[in-house]
């Protein structure tokens, strides 16, 4: 039996929302950025992200419905963004989802953020099959997953305090780069100059699969300081961030493959979109005899299609009800959605 998915993501500053067939695959999908209005803050105001959702998500959904040519009436099941994420953000989704729902007498299921882009490489064309190693970095969150399956995950190694997101952030906001940061630090590493800066590597060497990165963060605090910031030398500095960054990402993901005995490496999230660390990742892997996946980089950053995507596989396992009481989970581990 065939059923539509209407995605709705609304975790922090973007609106997705998008349907999903499940034979015919992604219909429409559509995408609002909160970028411009946050630039102004230099980070994301959650009271201004969550009244913006309001204002966008209804339109959206309209759009999405046209561009693929169906009415409401048409969807089967509404699948929503139910955390981590800002409180406040998320529930401008969920009671959206679960008003929708209850007016068209179809299920809801909530979906855990990082799933949605645990599992977005799946969109993609090639797609990686199960088991594969799954390397999430996205905004506060960078972990080493094994994914054997819809629900089935281990997780091998998190990070410890900043996640590589913040640390490109942050760096970028030393350098003087406008938000969001990670993006604004790439396109000025692209001019840096390699070795003219050594920056640590935290736990490199350390054994297991975790991650550090908030050492990095002082470093490049201090080197700032210090510098002349003359264009050249900032840039130089961003070549230099970006490589400690990209250095522990590979060969902590090197370490993961190793250690399961897997070949696939997929990698999810907004700094999967970094290009010298999918060509860095592509040639380490392949090297070694595996491969890497990742989502398209329009599904990188949030969108509602890789929640209409991971509903539309938990709708497959049964999962889904017409209960529209519904709660939020602004924090909410990753592990505790298994499904064994």
């Given at each position: ?14 609106t997705?929302i ?15 950025s ?5 630039n ?7 009271e ?6 309001v ?7 309209r759009?999405v419905?046209?561009?693929a040519n169906?009415?409401r ?13 800002l409180?406040g953000a ?16 179809i ?7 990082l799933?949605g ?11 990686p099959?199960f088991?594969?190693v799954a390397l ?14 819809v ?11 900043d ?18 940061g ?5 396109q000025?590493?692209s ?7 050594k ?6 060497h350390?054994g297991?699969l975790?991650f550090?990165?908030?050492?990095l963060?002082t ?11 003359e ?7 961003a ?6 960054i ?5 060969h902590?993901s ?9 070949s696939?490496l997929?990698?999810?999230g ?29 599904f990188?950053?949030d969108?509602g299609a890789?929640?209409a995507?991971a509903?539309a ?7 889904g009800?017409k ?6 989970k ?7 959605i298994?499904?064994?």
């Open positions: 039996m065939s059923l539509i998915t209407l995605g709705i993501e609304s975790s922090c500053d973007e997705g998008a349907l999903y067939h499940s034979e015919r695959g992604l219909l429409a999908h559509a995408l609002h909160q970028i411009a209005m946050h102004e803050y230099g980070g994301v105001v959650p201004l992200a969550s009244r913006d959702h204002k966008h998500v209804v339109p959206l959904v759009q419905l046209q561009e169906l009415t009436h048409d969807i089967d099941a509404i699948a929503y963004t139910q955390g981590p994420g409180g998320l529930l401008v989704g969920a009671s959206v989802a679960n008003a929708l729902a209850y007016a068209l007498d299920p809801t299921i909530g979906i855990h953020h799933e882009h645990l599992l977005s490489p799946l969109l993609s064309d090639p797609a099959n088991p594969f999430l970095i996205s905004g506060g969150h960078t972990q080493l997953m094994r994914v054997d399956g629900g089935l995950y281990t997780l091998l190694g998190e990070t410890l305090d996640a590589a997101g913040e640390a490109f952030d942050k760096s970028a906001k030393l350098l003087g780069l406008g938000y969001p990670g993006a604004a630090l790439a000025l590493a001019t840096g100059r390699a070795g003219q800066y920056l640590p590597r935290p736990m490199l350390s297991d975790d550090s990165f908030s050492g963060k470093a490049v605090l201090t080197l700032t300081k210090q510098s002349d910031r264009p050249q030398t900032l840039a130089d500095i070549y230099a961030v970006q490589e400690a990209i250095d522990v990402l590979a902590k090197r370490a993961a493959l190793a250690q399961t005995g897997l696939q997929v990698i999810a907004g700094v999967g979109a970094n290009q010298a660390l999918r060509e860095r990742l592509r040639s380490d892997i392949e090297k070694r005899g595996g491969k890497v996946f990742y989502p398209d980089l329009q990188c950053t969108n890789m929640i995507f509903g596989l938990r709708l497959a396992q049964q999962q009800e209960d529209y009481r519904f709660n939020v602004p924090r909410w581990n990753l592990t505790e298994v499904t064994a």
